[in-house]
């Protein structure tokens, strides 16, 4: 990492131009990945990241540039590259102040560090946890950890530092009945060291996954058609973080791509509906002590009893929107300009019985566990594969089903949500978007959609 005077001088020659604003994003990052198939470790891997982002920009033109190199002079000479987007000078002097930023997520053992025995011990967990139940056929794990150090300085005189520290465990597993095949999969994680894993979360991971493997042996064709859904809680929430959270992003707003631009104040949801995103829960998997622009993390309500009341906001976008930042910006790496990106983003608990949400359904879809899919981030048209569900038939949980997909869009599955539990729980993924992959929790109780069109393959 630079110092102080180092980056003093950079900021101050970025701002001997016409530009009015500059940001020096600095990272060194250590990664590691493990595998494991049926109880032997295939690859291990480990990669160190380092390299500085440098950002300018004048009103809403923005130059952006990055190197791998941390020597002064190839920065200076970056600096000196981009200010050339801006015609002028102002002589003016940067100074910088550090502030101190506090640790929501504190970490007992650094698992970058920790011993490559302890961490195959704990993958072990996970096989030994099913190798030898009925019909269970292959056990994959895997184990990645991140240890990322930032320091974010620029022209207001903001300086400060983080380290985030994450570690997620993937596990697939695979039951086979004759020539069918299916998998089930899981993959906690959280902004936390090793300690993470205590009190089994491995064995349980992969008892859930088996457990999604087995019953999809049994599943029937699932039907098709607009039908009531109950869709469960977790990583059920990945429908609103895909179908609405990138649609409150300034990234989308900022440009009027989203359709819930200008409808701040209104309302968007049934009053059912509450949303936050949160970056400030402690070592939750998308918490930051500070975003990547280096400002503190918030919690953000976007949502209030189905009123729009807040929208995910980066500095730049900011401009554009004439609102300041909700310490919303993200990136993947120094690589990447940021950007406003969810951090934890959940439909927060209600106060239905969730036994009750089945009272009266003649024909539905019980979605216990949801899959990928694809979104249209300007209309919010989506289309989810729905990884283990259920058939409801009067009221009762009966069939398990495959091949079941929803499809609607967030504007319309907001305004029929008419049930909302008690039961709130989180998951782990991955988000992509223009400022690269980052982690983010999805979250929701278990809701009840009145009517979503049901996408099968055995017909009405």
Same mark, same amino acid.
């Given at each position: ?7 003093? /001088? ?10 009015? %604003?500059?940001?020096?994003? *600095? ?5 590691? @990945? $493990? ?35 941390? =020597?002064? +002079? ?49 993958? #072990? ?7 030898? +139940? ?5 056990? @994959? ?10 320091? &974010? ?10 380290? =985030? ?13 004759? *020539? ?17 894993? +205590? ?30 859904? &109950?869709?469960?809680?977790? %990583? ?23 359709? %819930? ?6 309302? &968007? ?30 919690? =953000? ?14 500095? %730049? ?5 004439? *609102? ?14 940021? !950007? ?15 036994? *009750? ?7 539905? $879809?019980?979605?216990?566990? #949801? ?8 209309? /919010? ?6 990884? +283990? ?5 009067? /009221?009762?949980? !009966?069939?398990?089903?495959? /091949? ?43 809701? =009840? ?12």
């Amino acid at each position: 990492m630079l110092k102080k005077e180092q980056l003093e /001088g950079l900021l101050t020659e970025a701002m001997d131009s016409g530009a009015d %604003f500059a940001e020096i994003f *600095e990272e060194d990052a250590v990664s590691e @990945s $493990l595998s494991m198939l049926d109880g032997k470790v295939e690859n291990v891997d480990r990669a160190l990241r380092e390299g500085t982002g440098i950002r300018l920009y004048k009103d809403l033109q923005t130059a952006y540039g990055y190197s791998n190199s941390a =020597r002064y +002079e190839d920065l200076l000479a970056l600096v000196k590259d981009l200010r050339t987007a801006f015609e002028g000078t102002s002589g003016r002097q940067v100074v910088l102040t550090e502030e101190a930023v506090p640790n929501i997520s504190p970490v007992k053992t650094d698992p970058v560090d920790a011993p490559l025995q302890d961490k195959t011990a704990l993958m #072990m967990q996970a096989w030994e946890a099913v190798k030898d +139940e009925p019909e269970i056929e292959k056990v @994959s794990v895997s184990l990645s950890s991140l240890r990322q150090k930032v320091q &974010i300085s620029n022209s207001d005189g903001r300086l400060v530092k983080d380290t =985030r520290i994450r570690t997620r465990m993937g596990v697939s597993v695979y039951a086979a009945r004759g *020539e069918d095949r299916q998998s089930g999969f899981e993959g906690p994680g959280a902004s936390m060291g090793l300690e993470f894993y +205590e009190g089994g979360i491995p064995a349980q991971a992969a008892k859930n996954a088996a457990a999604t493997a087995r019953v999809l042996l049994d599943a029937v064709d699932a039907p098709s058609g607009r039908m009531p859904v &109950i869709i469960d809680n977790g %990583f059920g929430g990945v429908i609103f973080h895909e179908a609405c959270g990138h649609a409150l992003e300034a990234t989308a707003v900022a440009k009027e791509q989203s359709v %819930f631009a200008g409808k701040k104040g209104t309302q &968007i949801a049934s009053t059912k509906v509450t949303a936050i995103d949160d970056g400030t829960i402690p070592n939750a998997w998308g918490s930051q002590n500070v975003d990547d622009e280096g400002n503190p993390q918030q919690r =953000r309500v976007l949502i209030q009893d189905g009123i729009l009341t807040q929208y995910m906001v980066d500095r %730049f976008n900011g401009r554009r929107m004439q *609102e300041g930042s909700s310490g919303s910006g993200r990136r993947q790496n120094y690589k990447y300009e940021p !950007t406003s990106r969810m951090s934890n983003t959940y439909i927060a608990a209600g106060s239905d019985e969730f036994d *009750e949400m089945f009272e009266g359904i003649e024909k539905g $879809l019980y979605a216990k566990r #949801m899959g990928g899919g694809s979104v249209n981030p300007q209309t /919010g048209e989506f289309n989810f594969a729905v990884s +283990e569900g259920y058939l409801i038939e009067n /009221g009762k949980v !009966t069939k398990p089903v495959r /091949g079941a997909s929803l499809i609607g869009s967030g504007a319309e599955i907001l305004m029929n949500i008419d049930r909302v539990g008690k039961d709130l729980k989180r998951a782990q993924g991955m988000c992509g978007s223009v400022s690269g992959s980052i982690p983010t929790d999805v979250g929701q109780p278990a809701i =009840r959609v009145s009517s979503i069109t049901v996408g099968g393959t055995a017909g009405e």
